[in-house]
């Protein structure tokens, strides 16, 4: 079956430490995206990639890194710049640009010690 | 500035009713409407889509509505289930500025009553 496959489900950084969230895609997707979520709010759009070796910042990229070496993944380093990252994090895939009928893994839950 | 507005934190429907959740928008380029669903702990699922050219579009017990002069949006669900009761997000495509990816609303909370 084809999907978004987000690891880990949960995840605990320390004071000063860079976190890497895995995201990997069998959609063929050339898209991808991540998001992330706090309570009572919408989705909020952190980076994405249209293709390959390339990526853009999104609305609130301050503090996040990525990088697309292959189509399939998509990896997000919560780094220490990052003061607030309690939050879920969700990545994303479609097609074509735009987000048309993004497809969305399960999240990753990300929790300060 | 939030350019997805979704003003109904939550909605209580009776099960077998209709359920309207709304959805305003500011950003006149977007041209593109989506409903996700989302339940606690989950990556939201894809509901139904609506082109910026229609003004209906229908799928089985779900149908979107678009008023663009009013840049308003509109989910009905026919009739409500209690497995519809989860957190529904409103989202919008093609706001230009270069930009990709979903601009979301903050959701509304719809909670399905026996």
């Known amino acids: 079956d084809g999907g978004i496959t987000q690891s880990p489900k949960y995840l605990f950084r320390k004071e000063g430490q860079n976190v890497t969230l895995s995201c990997e895609q069998n959609?063929?997707?050339?898209?991808m995206y991540w998001y992330r979520q706090d309570p009572g709010q919408g989705l909020r759009l952190i980076y994405y990639s249209q293709i390959v070796n390339d990526f853009q910042k999104g609305d609130i990229a301050e503090g996040y890194s990525v990088s697309r070496e292959k189509k399939e993944s998509f990896p997000l380093t919560v780094t220490s710049a990052q003061k607030n990252p309690t939050a879920f994090y969700l990545c994303?895939?479609?097609?074509?640009?735009?987000?048309?009928?993004?497809?969305f893994g399960a999240g990753t839950r990300l929790s300060v010690l | 500035d939030q350019q997805v507005k979704q003003n109904s934190p939550s909605l209580s429907v009776q099960e077998g009713r209709i359920s309207i959740l709304n959805c305003d928008y500011t950003?006149?380029?977007?041209?593109?409407f989506l409903w996700y669903k989302k339940y606690p702990a989950e990556g939201p699922t894809f509901l139904i889509s609506i082109s910026s050219i229609k003004d209906k579009n229908e799928d089985g017990r779900f149908t979107v509505f678009l008023n663009k002069s009013a840049k308003h949006l509109s989910l009905h669900i026919v009739p409500s289930q209690p497995g519809d009761s989860a957190v529904y997000f409103c989202?919008?495509?093609?706001?230009?500025?270069?930009?990709?990816?979903?601009?979301f609303g903050k959701g509304t909370h719809l909670i399905i009553q026996p």
């Open positions: 959609l063929n997707h050339d898209a």
């Open positions: 989202a919008a495509s093609g706001g230009g500025g270069g930009a990709d990816g979903l601009t």
């Open positions: 950003n006149s380029m977007f041209d593109y």
């Open positions: 994303a895939s479609s097609k074509g640009r735009g987000g048309y009928r993004s497809a």
